[in-house]
């Protein structure tokens, strides 16, 4: 029987739900049971389990794409990790979640340690139990059976990312590296900025160009939590708008000395007249422990004190996005009005705060 939860399958183990329709790109991470679905039998029963070489080649291909990979296994945990690390398997991985605990809370670990959305998860498990029982919980995971994975991955939308970009690439190495700067943090005796200033961080602000457009929709379309307004731009929306004179679309990266953490921030300001209109703010969930969420907030407040102009926001609360509102206030903003969804919201210039003293600042003039 169909559960209500998750509603009747589709051909090929597929559920289409009302709440759950193909997104173009939805899966950000795929989680993988390993007994009969990644590799052939049952470790503790076989220690000479061996991989499946179609899917050994489509962690490759999702890896490529920059969807990040996870495991949640009902088995032993220092068996299992020294069998992924002898099939040189291991790194692929981040957080795995290998232990006698149910599927669903090893999946709710696994989303809380990436901070990203269970609605933005597959799970792959050969038992249809085990996908019954994540899909009772999570609802809004994508479950698949492992028969059904190759194909699933080759032809739906929700693993099929419109652009394959520099970050898409790097991505597993971004989080490994994340990883790396959590456990520095943890061993560290200094704590607060103290710590932060031993990383070297670098934040860097600059217009929009050509190649960075592709990965601007890429952040529109991942980033839920700090995202001002929910919305999302494609390709050529954003196209028109960095060639507008009227329009001045910013891009952030942060690097540290772990590494880069990528193009993590995007803004998207309205310059025609003498009150400036910020209608997207955003920045990757990924850096909101590094204390540099407003730094590119109070940039364009700068901007636009010294062109002699005004600076109104937009924001649009979708749920998730609460802390962006947060950001606004700490910054000086106040409501000025509220129109449907819309809160308008108007910058206080005479107090902009300077960047914090454990990041250094660079920016290029638009």
């Keep these: 029987m169909d559960s209500p939860m998750t509603g009747p399958a589709t051909p090929g183990g597929r559920r289409d739900t009302p709440r759950d329709r193909p997104r173009r790109g939805r899966v950000k991470c795929v989680i993988w049971d390993l007994d009969e679905t990644l590799w052939d039998g049952v470790l503790l029963e076989d220690p000479h389990v061996t991989p499946r070489p179609h899917l050994i080649e489509l962690l490759d291909t999702l890896d490529a794409r920059g969807i ?11 068996t299992t990790m020294a069998k992924l690390t002898q099939l040189g398997l291991a790194a692929y991985f981040l957080h795995p979640q290998i232990n006698w605990n149910p599927k669903s809370t090893s ?3 696994i989303a809380g340690a990436l901070n990203i959305g269970v609605d933005s998860l597959a799970f792959v498990d050969d038992q249809p139990f085990e996908r019954e029982e ?12 492992a028969k059904e994975i190759a194909t699933a991955a080759a032809e739906w939308e929700e693993f099929q990312p419109r652009f394959i970009t520099d970050e898409s690439r790097n991505r597993r190495s971004m989080y490994q590296s994340g990883i790396a700067r959590d456990q520095a943090e943890k061993e560290a005796t200094a704590t ?19 190649e960075d457009l592709q990965r601007a929709e890429e952040l529109t379309v991942r ?11 494609s390709y050529e929306e954003l196209k028109v708008l960095c060639e507008s004179p009227d329009h001045l679309l ?19 300001i309205e310059t025609g007249t003498t009150v400036w209109r910020l209608r997207l703010l955003l920045m990757s969930c990924r850096v909101m422990s590094r ?25 649009v609360e979708t749920g998730r996005n609460r802390m962006m509102f947060v950001t606004y206030r700490f910054a000086g903003f106040r409501e000025i009005d509220h129109h449907a969804d819309t809160t308008l919201l108007q910058a206080d210039l005479t107090r902009i705060q300077p960047p914090p003293t454990h990041l250094t600042v660079k920016t290029a003039q638009p």
């Design 291 to 315: 204390g540099v969420g407003a730094v590119l907030l109070h940039h364009i407040m700068t901007l636009a004190r010294d062109n002699g102009a005004q600076l109104q926001a937009e924001f």
């Design 134 to 145: 994540v899909a009772f919980h999570h609802p809004q995971v994508l479950c698949v059976d």
């Design 223 to 233: 980033t839920n939590q700090l995202n001002s307004t929910g919305k999302t731009y």
């Design 250 to 268: 910013l891009v952030a990266e942060l690097q540290d000395r772990f590494g880069s953490y990528g193009k993590i921030g995007l803004a998207l």
């Design 68 to 78: 990040l990979q996870s495991v949640a296994s009902k088995n032993d945990h220092t």
């Design 192 to 210: 607060g900025e103290n710590f932060l200033a031993t990383l070297g961080m670098v934040f860097t602000i600059t217009p929009a160009a050509q």
């Design 107 to 109: 999946i709710e670990e």
